[in-house]
Structures are given as structure tokens and as C-alpha cells.
């Protein structure tokens, strides 16, 4: 019987579908595992390449997996969709995994350690607390808006909208005050946890040898430090710190041929959360210069003079995750040019 060297495992909840190859690339298998069959399955088989696609629960299988002496590779969605032949199902899909694996310039994401994914935990669940306090802030202004009351936006201006739906002498019909109170007291709770989440965050930067390197860099806190910490993967799987801000989703989208450059927005790849966090911090940044001024001489007074604020931004933004980069992989502390940007 010919000899498996390459399998593709389409992951999913319940049952799993691989696809087993040979040397030459050629079918030896098409077979359904039920989830309490995969890790027996491939217990019995020979040290191979297993590949999967990087989705949620794929780095764990990769650890379990890989644990039974198979070399494990994850790979984008987006640059196993092109192998897929005509109909999509779960056999199809764990066939254009197992083909994509073996391109020779296939990119791969590493696998993560439980450690890593349990540093990035506190990141996402800061992101859901944010986005639940903006939609509960978005929806008091909403609701007093009917009532003539008005605030100009953001968190911080919210309190004046909570201080009339407080006083009972506003205008306010009581039915709806006994409403925003709900969401006042939801959103205080809100407010109270995303502090204790900063909290932990500020202290992890602070114990962390990396993440207190990282802040040395104009632009980048505690939030962002720890963030370039546990979400991003390990500086070797990029060449260059170009290659990371890429990555990131800091670099436009190129659609060009005929010799004729075409530059787009940027393309939004890799890290979302990562990504916000140095675009939020490069617009204060930008923000501060403009309002304080900056040397017409250094880097970022020459841009301000001739570029659009907003792209300002993300090419600050772009810069600071590059040395960051080279902070990772090279060491040391960032120190400013002469002429200071």
C-alpha cells in the first residue's frame, strides 16, 4: 500500500474530513473522523505533514497533533480557496488544504502555544466590553436625542447625558428615565470592568522586559505593548519589518500590472485588533503634532506639509509597528533621531 506523506484535515465541530496523499501528490485516502476519532487516527499513522487551515480550535488541534510526532502547518482560508474544484464540501475542502500545503511558497501561520492564546484572551474580551459600552452610549444618545438633549460624541461627553437622565427635575417622562436608568447601570458595570482589564494590562507591561522596550517608542503604551506581545507571531516568520506592518494591514492593497503602479486603501490583513490600537495611537500622535507643532525638517513635519491627515496617520502608524519589529527581533530601546519626529 503506498505510503501517506501528506494529509489535509478540514476541521469542524462535530465530524472531520481528511485527505491523505502520497509523495507525488497522488490520493491514498478520502476519510470521515468523528471528533473522538481524529487523535487515534492519527496516532496509527506514520510521521507525516498535516495540514489544516487557521481557524478557531486549529492551533489546539495543531498542539495535539503535533504531539504525536506529525509536522503540523496552518494555512490562511484565503490562500487555500483557490485549490478548491468546483463544488465546496468538507472532502473538497480537506483536498485543497492537503494541495496547498505543498506549494513551495505556501505561507504558513505558527502554531500557537496555550500560554500565547491565554495572554491573548484579555484583549479579545476588552474588545467586547468596548463594543458593548459604545452601543449602550450610541443607544442613550439616541434615546435623549428625541428628548432635545444632545452631547457631542465619545465616551467622555456621555456623562452629561447621564447627569440629566439622574436629575429628576429634567424633562425627561419618567417611563423613559426608569429605561436609560438600566442601561446607566449597564453601563457603569461596562465601564468598571474594562478599568479592571486596563489595570491588568498596565501591570503585565510593566512586569514585561519586552513590553517595557516596546513603549519607548513614541505612540506605542501599555495597551499596545502587550498587544505586539500576545497577538502577534514570532518576528522570524517575517523577513523584514515591512513584511510585518504588512501583515498588520499597514500597507495599501496593489492592483497593478503593465508596468503601472496602483495603490489602494489598505489592505486590513493579519491582526484587527492589533491593527486599531496602532492607528488609534498614531492619530493621537499626528493629533499632538499638529496642535503643538513639530520640526518642518524631521519625518513627520515633512509629511504633514504635503499629505492628507488620515494618511498621515496610518503611515505613523505603520512606521512605529516596523520598529517594533526590529525592537523584537534585534533588541534594545528605541532612541530618537537628532531631529525628532
Same mark, same amino acid.
Given at each position: 500500500m503506498t505510503e501517506v506523506s501528506t494529509i489535509g484535515l478540514d476541521l469542524a465541530k462535530n465530524v472531520f474530513q481528511a485527505h491523505g496523499a502520497d509523495a507525488g501528490g497522488a490520493p491514498v485516502f478520502r476519510k470521515k473522523l468523528r471528533r473522538d476519532q481524529v487523535l487515534a487516527f492519527f496516532a496509527a499513522q506514520p510521521p507525516c505533514l498535516v495540514a489544516m487551515e487557521a481557524c478557531p480550535g486549529a492551533h489546539h488541534w495543531g498542539r495535539e497533533i503535533g504531539r504525536l510526532g506529525h509536522t503540523v502547518r496552518l494555512i490562511a482560508p484565503a490562500y487555500v480557496k483557490?485549490? *478548491?474544484?468546483?463544488?465546496?464540501?468538507?472532502?473538497?475542502?480537506?483536498?485543497?488544504?492537503?494541495?496547498?500545503?505543498?506549494?513551495?511558497?505556501?505561507? !504558513?501561520? @505558527?502554531?500557537?502555544?496555550?500560554?500565547?492564546?491565554?495572554?491573548? *484572551?484579555? !484583549?479579545?474580551?476588552?474588545?467586547?466590553?468596548?463594543?458593548?459600552?459604545?452601543q449602550i452610549i450610541n443607544a442613550i444618545q439616541s434615546h435623549l436625542a428625541e428628548y432635545g438633549l444632545i452631547a457631542p460624541q465619545g465616551p467622555f461627553h456621555v456623562e452629561r447625558l447621564i447627569g440629566q437622565i439622574e436629575d429628576p427635575e429634567s424633562d425627561i417622562p419618567p417611563a423613559a428615565r426608569t429605561c436609560m436608568s438600566v442601561l446607566v447601570g449597564a453601563l457603569r458595570h461596562l465601564q468598571e470592568q474594562t478599568a479592571v482589564l486596563d489595570a491588568e494590562i498596565a501591570a503585565r507591561a510593566k512586569s514585561n522586559e519586552?513590553?517595557?522596550?516596546?513603549?519607548?517608542?513614541?505612540?506605542?503604551?501599555?495597551?499596545?505593548?502587550?498587544?505586539?506581545?500576545?497577538?502577534?507571531?514570532?518576528?522570524?516568520?517575517? +523577513?523584514?519589518? +515591512?513584511?510585518? @506592518?504588512a501583515w498588520v494591514g499597514l500597507t495599501p492593497v496593489q492592483r497593478s500590472t503593465g508596468g503601472k503602479q496602483r495603490l489602494g486603501r489598505t489592505s486590513r490583513m493579519g491582526e484587527r485588533t492589533l491593527r486599531r490600537l496602532l492607528i488609534i495611537a498614531a492619530s493621537s500622535v499626528v493629533r499632538w503634532a499638529k496642535r503643538k507643532g513639530v520640526s518642518a525638517d524631521s519625518w513627520l513635519g515633512r509629511? /504633514?506639509? +504635503?499629505?492628507?491627515?488620515? /494618511?498621515?496617520?496610518? @503611515?505613523?502608524?505603520?512606521?512605529?509597528? +516596523?520598529?517594533?519589529?526590529? /525592537?523584537?527581533?534585534k533588541g534594545g530601546i528605541y532612541r530618537a533621531p537628532a531631529v525628532a519626529v
Amino acid at each position: 500500500m503506498t505510503e501517506v506523506s501528506t494529509i489535509g484535515l478540514d476541521l469542524a465541530k462535530n465530524v472531520f474530513q481528511a485527505h491523505g496523499a502520497d509523495a507525488g501528490g497522488a490520493p491514498v485516502f478520502r476519510k470521515k473522523l468523528r471528533r473522538d476519532q481524529v487523535l487515534a487516527f492519527f496516532a496509527a499513522q506514520p510521521p507525516c505533514l498535516v495540514a489544516m487551515e487557521a481557524c478557531p480550535g486549529a492551533h489546539h488541534w495543531g498542539r495535539e497533533i503535533g504531539r504525536l510526532g506529525h509536522t503540523v502547518r496552518l494555512i490562511a482560508p484565503a490562500y487555500v480557496k483557490p485549490f *478548491v474544484k468546483r463544488q465546496k464540501n468538507d472532502a473538497a475542502d480537506a483536498e485543497a488544504i492537503c494541495e496547498a500545503v505543498q506549494r513551495p511558497t505556501m505561507r !504558513f501561520v @505558527a502554531v500557537k502555544t496555550e500560554a500565547k492564546q491565554a495572554s491573548a *484572551v484579555i !484583549f479579545r474580551t476588552r474588545d467586547v466590553l468596548v463594543g458593548q459600552r459604545t452601543q449602550i452610549i450610541n443607544a442613550i444618545q439616541s434615546h435623549l436625542a428625541e428628548y432635545g438633549l444632545i452631547a457631542p460624541q465619545g465616551p467622555f461627553h456621555v456623562e452629561r447625558l447621564i447627569g440629566q437622565i439622574e436629575d429628576p427635575e429634567s424633562d425627561i417622562p419618567p417611563a423613559a428615565r426608569t429605561c436609560m436608568s438600566v442601561l446607566v447601570g449597564a453601563l457603569r458595570h461596562l465601564q468598571e470592568q474594562t478599568a479592571v482589564l486596563d489595570a491588568e494590562i498596565a501591570a503585565r507591561a510593566k512586569s514585561n522586559e519586552t513590553a517595557r522596550r516596546l513603549m519607548s517608542v513614541p505612540g506605542i503604551g501599555p495597551l499596545i505593548a502587550t498587544a505586539i506581545e500576545a497577538l502577534a507571531p514570532p518576528t522570524e516568520t517575517f +523577513r523584514s519589518g +515591512r513584511d510585518f @506592518a504588512a501583515w498588520v494591514g499597514l500597507t495599501p492593497v496593489q492592483r497593478s500590472t503593465g508596468g503601472k503602479q496602483r495603490l489602494g486603501r489598505t489592505s486590513r490583513m493579519g491582526e484587527r485588533t492589533l491593527r486599531r490600537l496602532l492607528i488609534i495611537a498614531a492619530s493621537s500622535v499626528v493629533r499632538w503634532a499638529k496642535r503643538k507643532g513639530v520640526s518642518a525638517d524631521s519625518w513627520l513635519g515633512r509629511m /504633514l506639509a +504635503r499629505k492628507p491627515p488620515m /494618511l498621515v496617520i496610518v @503611515a505613523v502608524a505603520n512606521k512605529n509597528a +516596523r520598529i517594533a519589529w526590529a /525592537l523584537l527581533t534585534k533588541g534594545g530601546i528605541y532612541r530618537a533621531p537628532a531631529v525628532a519626529v
